[in-house]
């Protein structure tokens, strides 16, 4: 069995930073691919951002491009999502997801494995 963790998450202004980190633990982090998605209340998840397991690909949303940047560090078994130039319309939980495939996918329904959730709070 494989858990995440999510880390990072808080309350900032608009135009600020966070980085969510996401822990995974109990077996090998090895040929994952990892992927964020977020959800705002009363929507539902969406893909943020993609990472294979090589971390010679990865993929963003288009709300996302620019601003934010997903890696990896498969020593560390960790994950992050660097968000930068954040807006009030990030305001979400974010969540992170491992898949028993060495690429990312976008669809909710193709990861295995999922973290609790970190809630991150953009002020205007």
């Known amino acids: 069995q494989v858990q995440l963790v999510e880390s990072g998450g808080g309350l900032v202004q608009a135009g600020g930073s966070l980085r969510l980190s996401c822990a995974v633990s109990?077996?090998?982090?090895?040929?994952?691919?990892m992927g964020w998605f977020r959800q705002a209340p009363g929507k539902e998840r969406e893909f943020v951002a993609g990472?294979?397991?090589?971390?010679?690909?990865?993929y963003y949303a288009d709300s996302v491009k620019g601003r934010f940047t997903i890696s990896r560090d498969n020593a560390k078994n960790t994950v992050y999502l660097q968000m930068n130039s954040l807006e009030p319309e990030d305001t979400a939980v974010y969540y992170c997801?491992?898949?028993?495939?060495?690429?990312?996918?976008?669809?909710?329904?193709?990861?295995?494995?999922w973290g609790q959730g970190t809630q991150v709070t953009v002020s205007s």
């Open positions: 990472i294979s397991w090589s971390s010679g690909s990865s």
């Open positions: 109990g077996r090998t982090f090895s040929g994952y691919g």
């Open positions: 997801a491992a898949r028993s495939r060495t690429y990312y996918a976008t669809r909710v329904e193709n990861y295995d494995y």
